[in-house]
């Protein structure tokens, strides 16, 4: 690999640099993250590493895209693993002997599922099947996190909103029955073995490497909107040092690692974000001006200005939009009037056509 990368293969030489050593157990604490090179893994990877006395470990595939973890691979130690495969699954994680197992692989896209459904259910079932198996047989004491999804509740009635762990799970796609069967299982090893599983039901989630096949940036597509996208907060371009000030200047920085074709620029306050005026005078530098996609550094505050826009700037507030779901699915408010009914049925009919 190139420059000297290290990947522990199954059934293959060993690989580069300190990678190229036996893993040897010490005081820290042994986490696996399965599906580590994707979005939500390689996030997790960032915090993991965060904390103190956390040795990491990751299983990714020979075809695996690794640009997510560009940054960390010198503090990550990979092997390479088939979790379709029962023996190269049982070889992997007796080799690591985690504390924590954070199982996030899976074929994670809808509509793939109705396009290949038997490759969608084996992934992501026998995949979770062969690591519990694995824990099980080795005997070992781990807490095993999995990754279900809110697609289990599928078709959600208009009484059950908002929705509770409780509801009944009605999936509407082979993802969603997929990962039922996740949740099942767990749920499953738990009753009949003990084992410690955690089942975590996602709602949509977005954010820097999020794949382009996703939510919000096809939804803008979907628009013909062409984004110019701004990351608000309470400073302008690191005018304020503060921690949640750079936290969104970090969120830029990645967005254009990952997505350079994209007009992005923050942080920078609301107004610098729609005022062109205060851009070109005092930001000439930016790369935004005039913002059509405004990202909020928190859902409290991106509700309470669209509220604030609709009641008191007489702005025509069109959703919420679902997206991330299954299917072409909006919901209605308590007390819309016609013109929203009818601007929610077109975004439906939208959504149907391009699927």
């Keep these: 690999m190139p420059g000297g990368r290290g990947v522990r293969r199954r059934g293959a030489r060993r690989m ?3 990678h190229g050593k036996h893993f040897e157990k010490g005081n820290a604490m042994r986490v696996l993250i399965t599906g580590i090179t994707g979005f939500a893994g ?4 960032d915090l993991c590493l965060a904390r103190k006395n956390v040795e990491l470990f990751g299983i990714i595939r020979w075809r695996s895209r690794t640009e997510n973890i560009e940054h960390i691979w010198d503090k990550v130690k990979l092997i390479e693993c088939d979790l379709r495969d029962a023996t190269s699954t049982r070889d992997a994680i007796e080799e690591i002997r985690p504390e924590y197992i954070f199982h996030l692989a899976a074929q ?3 509509p793939t599922s109705w396009n290949a459904p038997t490759e969608s259910l084996v992934t992501n079932i026998i995949g979770q099947l062969n690591v519990f198996e694995a824990v099980r047989k080795i ?5 095993i996190q999995i990754a279900c999804s809110s697609e289990e509740y599928g078709m959600v009635y208009a009484g059950e909103i908002p929705i509770r762990e409780t509801n009944p799970l009605r999936p509407l796609s082979p993802y969603a029955v997929s990962k039922v069967g996740q949740d099942m299982l767990g749920y499953q090893y738990y009753m009949s073995y003990k084992m410690d599983v955690v089942r975590t039901r996602g709602f949509n989630h977005t954010g820097p490497r999020r794949p382009a096949i996703f939510v919000c940036s096809d939804f803008a597509k979907q628009i013909e909107l062409t984004p110019r996208v701004a990351f608000l907060s309470f400073s302008n371009f690191g005018s304020t040092h503060h921690p949640l000030a750079e936290k969104i200047s970090k969120a830029v920085e990645l967005t254009k690692a990952k997505r350079p074709e994209l007009a992005v620029d ?9 005022v062109a005026e ?3 005078e005092r930001y000439p530098f930016s790369a935004v001006k005039n913002a059509n ?3 909020f550094p928190s859902l409290e505050s991106a ?7 609709a009641r008191l700037g007489n702005a025509k507030a069109i959703g919420p939009v679902l997206v991330g779901v299954g299917a072409p699915i909006h919901v209605l408010q308590t007390g819309d009037e016609v013109d929203s009914i009818v601007q929610m049925a077109a975004i439906a009919a939208v959504d149907a056509m391009v699927r």
């Excluded at 390689?42 to 990877?45: F, G, I, P, R, T």
């Excluded at 005997?139 to 807490?143: D, P």
């Excluded at 923050?266 to 729609?274: I, K, R, S």
């Excluded at 509700?303 to 826009?309: D, E, G, Q, R, V």
């Design 293 to 295: 996609v405004l990202v």
């Design 108 to 110: 994670s896209f809808v």
């Design 266 to 274: 923050g942080e920078m306050q609301a107004d610098t974000a729609v």
């Design 278 to 280: 205060i851009v070109e």
């Design 139 to 143: 005997k070992l004491a781990c807490r």
């Design 16 to 18: 580069g640099g300190e």
């Design 303 to 309: 509700n309470i200005a669209y509220k604030l826009l």
């Design 42 to 45: 390689s996030h997790l990877a």
